[in-house]
């Protein structure tokens, strides 16, 4: 089935084979998007190039989301080389890694700021670039993780940026709403990724995920990108301003069985 056949989306947060927006990039070419991407800078641009090359040779621009003159130069380029968009994925993250172990309040004013701006506000930023060669009706999509609204020890500042973007998520979805545009967050659950493997301990993550989650496992970028083809498709055709769990139901539990129970 080709849920987004003649769509165009534009993936962002592809470092790696590993990263979750490769997982969606996969399925939405699978499901026949045509696809861009953006790279932060050289120390990733050939594996992106590499994977929109494999994934029907759409472009890779180079955009530090940090440039407000590189975010213009991307809204620029997208409506040269692709006229409209119908889909955003945001999956980009930043926190220094000594503010992902160890106490809230030792964060620095610095670290706190970087992390907001990276992981947070550039969500704002893409839009307001984006927002003219989005198509009425598109779709923008956000990652986050359950750290945002519940105390995950050591995710720390990475989890106060999310409660910021998932806030963020909702008020775009009003703003854009008027134009049938829709957006939303998808609530992960830890899966092992360059960016995740910074957070102090995030082994035992996957280890209690996997005992106490109602479906006995571990989520891939695979099942993320299921849930993105739902969001980007038109069988969503309603659905923003929300967070969806693709996290096996993890988020559900208000207890945990003993290891090995
Ligand atoms: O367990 C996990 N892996 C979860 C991740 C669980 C739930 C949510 N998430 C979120 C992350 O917080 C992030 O928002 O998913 C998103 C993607 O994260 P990922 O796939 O886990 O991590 P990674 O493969 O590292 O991709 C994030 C990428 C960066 O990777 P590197 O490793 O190069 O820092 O975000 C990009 C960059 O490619 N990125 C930027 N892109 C443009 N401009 C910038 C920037 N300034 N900074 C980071």
């Known amino acids: 089935m080709s849920l987004l056949e003649g769509k165009t989306a534009l993936i962002t947060g592809v470092a790696n084979r590993w990263s979750i927006a490769t997982g969606i990039a ?9 696809l861009a991407f953006i790279y932060q800078g050289e120390r990733v641009k050939d594996e992106v190039e590499k994977l929109a090359t494999e994934l029907g040779g759409g472009k890779a621009y180079a955009c530090d989301v940090a440039s407000e003159e590189a975010l213009g130069a991307l809204a620029a380029d997208v409506a040269r080389d692709y006229g409209r968009l119908d889909a955003l994925v945001h999956s980009i993250a930043f926190v220094n890694k000594e503010d992902l172990a160890g106490k809230v309040y030792t964060t620095s004013r610095s670290g706190f700021s970087l992390a907001l701006d990276i992981s947070a506000f550039s969500l704002i930023a893409l839009t307001n670039a984006l927002v003219e060669v989005l198509n009425d009706g598109a779709s923008v999509m956000a990652l986050t993780y359950l750290g945002s609204t519940q105390i995950v020890p050591n995710y720390n500042i990475a989890g106060i940026s999310k409660a910021a973007l998932e806030s963020i998520v909702r008020y775009l979805a009003y703003d854009l709403g008027e134009r049938g545009i829709r957006v939303n967050a998808i609530s992960a659950g830890p899966i092992s990724t360059a960016s995740s493997r910074q957070v102090k301990d995030f082994k035992q993550m996957l280890t209690k995920v996997e005992h106490a989650a109602p479906l006995r496992r571990n989520i891939t970028a695979a099942d993320v990108g299921n849930t993105a083809v739902y969001l980007a498709s038109d069988l969503s055709s ?20 003993s290891p090995g129970a």
């Open 238 to 257: 309603a659905i923003t301003a929300d967070v969806h769990f693709v996290d096996a139901g993890y988020h559900a539990m208000g207890m945990y069985p």
């Open 26 to 34: 996969r399925a939405f070419h699978a499901h026949g998007a045509r």
